[in-house]
């Protein structure tokens, strides 16, 4: 039997993820021990091999992150929308080079991180290698 922790950490399927509260997704394609994600032209590092079988991606919109001097899986996005909620601030973005039609990548910090940021349009984000879910199509 799964555990909670172990829901959360690897949760398999994006039915499993979309459970878990993951709001990000994307097609992806295996690359070692890393995914290409063509809808959004970014190849992410996962820091472990990745299994043929992956065909998506799922990254939860908190380690969406500020990418600081240095970061893994750095890349610039536009910021498309921002939204106000009560505890923290939800910022949806454009990777740079994305397709017209590809989904928005959500990001989610702190109010004060994000009235920090010096140019609230084009930012420079993160995620880390172990939080890039890796998630396969269930056969039944």
């Known amino acids: 039997m799964t555990t909670l922790g172990e829901l959360f950490r690897s949760p398999g399927t994006e039915a499993a993820a979309r ?3 993951c709001k990000n997704y994307a097609d992806a394609r295996p690359r070692e021990d890393a995914v290409f994600l063509p809808d959004w032209g970014l190849t992410l590092s996962c820091g472990r091999p990745v299994p043929e079988g992956v065909c998506r991606i799922g990254i939860r919109a908190h380690h969406v992150q500020l990418a600081g001097p240095g970061a893994e899986n750095a890349f610039s996005c536009t910021a498309v929308k921002v939204v106000e909620d009560v505890f923290s601030t939800i910022v949806l973005l454009r990777p ?3 397709a017209p039609e590809a989904p928005l990548l959500r ?4 109010k004060d991180n ?8 084009r930012l420079t ?4 290698p172990e939080a890039v879910l890796l998630l396969e199509i269930v056969k039944e």
Do not use: N, T
């Open 96 to 98: 740079e080079g994305a």
């Open 125 to 128: 984000v993160s995620v880390p």
């Open 19 to 21: 459970l878990s509260g």
């Open 107 to 110: 990001m989610e910090l702190d």
């Open 114 to 121: 994000w009235q920090a940021v010096p140019d609230k349009d």
